[in-house]
């Protein structure tokens, strides 16, 4: 059914490297497969003025934004915030069905953490909450191609992600890694970064360099290309 349902189709656009080598897999190599990025607005991260209640939180702020959904894993970013010293505080924002359960009240209270991490909610100045802090972080089980990263790392912060399939393909190289489910390899890279001023900067720097390439003008560049291509074609 799959083989009949996507043959109907002159050209197949996957998001991503990996749900294009996961299309080819399953489906066999093809010429009318190819992968064009998701677009951010780069400047409106890269040159966000930072919002004044979140620099009142705390002396070092670590920033997450993510849907509240089985599929991200901010479970981990609370488990982490017990190894990293007492002036670090961890920002969730974003809402879903996960954040409605009450589950991460309870886990921030059972680990003694309700002065240092705070349910953000939905925000609607995710640039300059971006802006505002000190480190962007996202943790999942895994991702397509995950926009909220790219603009976590258009903000010029350091961006740190655990190593799954749809994070590896766009931080390897330009943010930090650490592995899936590891508290304290996360915490291990937060002093990494905060304890050496160039290391972080270096960090912040390969960051945007890597976000300005996910840019949404170039999205659309791509995508008037590709429709003029199908139309040559037929």
Not at 63 to 92: G, S, W
Not at 147 to 167: C, T
Not at 170 to 178: Q, T
Request: proline share 2%; charged share 25%.
């Amino acid at each position: 059914f799959d083989n009949w349902m996507y043959g109907r189709y002159s050209q197949i656009i996957c998001i991503s490297d990996q749900a294009e080598e996961n299309y080819r897999k399953y489906l066999g190599d093809s010429n009318s497969v190819c992968t064009i990025y998701n677009g951010i607005d780069y400047n409106k991260y890269s040159n966000a003025k930072y919002a004044n209640d979140i620099r009142k939180i705390g002396t070092k702020i670590i920033t997450n934004v993510a849907a509240f959904r089985p599929q991200k894993d901010q479970p981990t970013l609370i488990k982490a915030m017990q190894y990293l010293p007492e002036d670090f505080h961890l920002c969730l924002v974003g809402s879903g069905d996960e954040r409605r359960k009450e589950f991460f009240e309870v886990m921030i209270a059972e680990y003694g953490l309700g002065n240092r991490v705070h349910l953000l909610g939905m925000r609607s100045d995710v640039p300059e909450v971006l802006a505002a802090s000190d480190y962007v972080v996202m943790c999942s089980h895994y991702e397509g191609l995950s926009l909220s990263s790219l603009e976590g790392m258009a903000s010029g912060k350091p961006f740190l992600a655990d190593n799954v399939d749809g994070l590896y393909e766009i931080v390897k190289g330009n943010g930090v890694l650490f592995e899936h489910e590891d508290a304290k390899g996360f915490a291990d890279a937060i002093m990494k970064l905060d304890n050496d001023d160039r290391y972080r900067e270096l960090i912040g720097r390969q960051c945007q360099n890597k976000a300005i390439n996910y840019d949404i003008n170039i999205m659309v560049a791509k995508y008037l290309e590709m429709y003029k291509l199908v139309l040559w074609r037929n």
